[in-house]
């Protein structure tokens, strides 16, 4: 007797009982972080509904893949095999391999939530490289073995109740044939295929509100469609112009009325003439996550920077200066390569980052000692290998994972004997700050002016610091890691003032961006706000720059301010020669670009798009605003450019005629 065709053949009962799991779960962590961020959330009955409707559909997605692994295994054993020991074996493992990815996946996504407000993106696929400080991050900051042997137990757990409801034993009891099992298995082929050729992650983003945009991904689909394009192509994805037209309007933009083109042809490069130079060691200090709102001169009133506040209102710094993005990389990339941020990858991790013009052949070419100081592992983010191979040597931890042959210039490791404190991103700032005063006393003996880029890494979770120095306890929260690191500034200005290269050194204080960038809106203007001080700078004191401009402008307008003439191919400028007309900001993240000019916002997005916005800057939101062509071409000129210039050799040093 012939056995009809069935949809859903009992041989797959368990994979069956497996997806309705998987999309319950994935149901819950959805509703979860809705509760989360409530308040940051369309929460309008159709805003809802979008959210649920749509992370229903991507969850159908993500189970498919799971779906045609198992049917590929059930439909390729023969019916003699089922419920045999080796079945039973393979079975098994198999089912609770799959509750362990989406468990852990799920664990995952929660601290990955807890600390971008996103779903995975390309910062989760990059986290699989640095496994030793993310996994050593985790650790210090959750109890590892009670999640561990949690997730275990729930594995087990979930084992044990489809074992009681009989799932496992139709499975292994069935009697279908291989044309029974054919249906399914082409029914989730075809499902698969559909979302792997057809469905970008961004389909998700049927919303005005960034939140409900996020939560209508699912973790696991999110992760793999990063995974497959963290670096975006300018030209394939964004509005464009012809190239010569965004040339063009740069050199307009960027051109001062003294400035000579060198190259008009194919770049930016010209030459900035200035007065009488002064040649000051200078010593560069980028702040991990250090937000302007954390600084009591922009508001705040927890009093957890009276350092820096202090410092801040007796010195120089800026008042309206904005990230150009929401990643340490991308801080790095905007001060030494003064570009605005290109799509996808930050350059400081991409393959071509080698020999560019950097704010360090600037100094090179006046005489000066370059040095990159991280108190971790510079191999993290590509640091060690971008920094060396243009130019700097490099003082870092030195604890053995670097891959040989990224640094070509001189490397010196902080020792265990200078380290008094230590989590998983490196050494606390006050040892950093220890090696960077030794290696300055040694540099000012030659008699060779210095430049040093200090990257902190305190103000980071697991927010973990020496006890006894502040009256906030250590690993209690960011606003602790946020006054330690500002105890360290201040006990190293403190000791540098003892030293007698002090007279004739420049301080610049800056963040490499915000603590956050999450937010409702396409990009959240103010998660971009930070502070800059330029410090023992001759005739600043007691001084504020009010311009609104971008992290690539401060190095340009330090050169300015210290009288230099320099070959210039840098999208910066030096603030004091902009008209008010002129000032603007880079802001954006791996996939939309953005130029604020005062309170109007241009936002490129991938799939040629792009919208104009008011920005309140009392609520920090954004309306909707009718297209202006002119700010539209300038926007799309700046970041069009920026990525051909990168991808063709012209910020290469060769660049130079």
Known sequence: MKTSLKLFPSRYTLVNAFAVLFMVLSFLMRLAFLMMDFSQVDHSFMGLLKVFFVGLFFDLGTVSFFYVVATVYFLLVPKRFYGTLVDRILVYFGFSLALLVIYFSFFAEVTFWDEFQRRFNFIAVDYLIYTYEVFKNINESYPLPLLIGGMLLLVVFTVWIFKRKGWFQATFGASEGFKQKLVPFFVAVAIMLFYGASIENDLAETSGNRYNNELSKAGIY???????????????????????????????????????????????????????????????????????????????????????????????????????????????????LSIPPTPGRSIVKRKHNQNLFTIGEVFKNKGYSRTFFYGGDGYFDNMDKFFSGNGFD???????????????????????????????????????????????????????????????????????????????????????????????????????????????????IMADHCA?????????????????????????????????????????????????SYDNNFFGRDVFGMKPEEQRAFVGNYRKLGLLKSDELMVLGDGKVANQYTW????????????????LTETISYYQLADYLYNHGGLDLNANP
């Open 516 to 564: 956050s960038s999450a937010g409702r809106w396409e990009l959240d203007v103010d998660n971009y706000h930070i502070p800059a001080i330029l410090v023992n700078l001759e005739g600043g004191k007691g001084y504020q720059i009010t311009q609104q401009c971008s992290q690539i402008d401060v190095m340009p307008t330090l050169f300015s301010m210290l009288g230099w």
């Open 616 to 631: 309140n800057k009392e609520d920090n939101s954004l309306s909707s605003e009718p297209m202006d062509d002119a700010f």
């Open 222 to 336: 999110s992760f793999f469609a990063a995974f497959r394009n963290n670096e975006l192509s300018y030209t394939d994805f964004y509005k464009t112009i012809p190239e010569k037209q965004a040339l063009a309007n740069v050199q307009h933009q960027v051109s001062g009325p003294l400035d000579s083109l060198l190259n008009p042809q194919k770049n930016i490069l010209r030459m900035i003439k200035g007065g009488v130079e002064k040649r000051p060691n200078v010593i560069l200090i980028c702040v991990e996550s250090l937000s302007a709102g954390y600084l009591g001169i922009f508001g705040n009133e927890k009093h957890i920077t009276p350092n820096l506040d202090s410092i801040a209102q007796a010195e120089t710094y800026f008042t309206n200066l904005y990230a150009t993005g929401t990643r340490t990389v991308r801080g790095m990339e905007a001060i030494t």
């Open 394 to 508: 490099i003082v870092d931890r030195g604890r053995g994972f670097l891959p040989s042959g990224d640094i070509v210039t001189s490397r010196k490791n902080i020792e265990n004997d200078e380290v008094t404190f230590e989590n998983a991103w490196g050494v606390c700032d006050e040892d950093i700050f220890n090696k960077v005063m030794k290696e300055a006393d040694a540099a000012s003996e030659q008699g060779k002016p210095f430049f040093d880029f200090i990257m902190t890494t305190s103000n980071h979770k697991p927010y973990t610091y020496p006890e006894g120095k502040i009256d906030i306890p250590s690993g209690t929260g960011r606003s602790g890691a946020v006054k330690y690191t500002d105890f360290a500034i201040g006990q190293f200005l403190k000791q540098a003032k003892s030293r007698p290269w002090y007279n004739n050194t420049v301080f610049v």
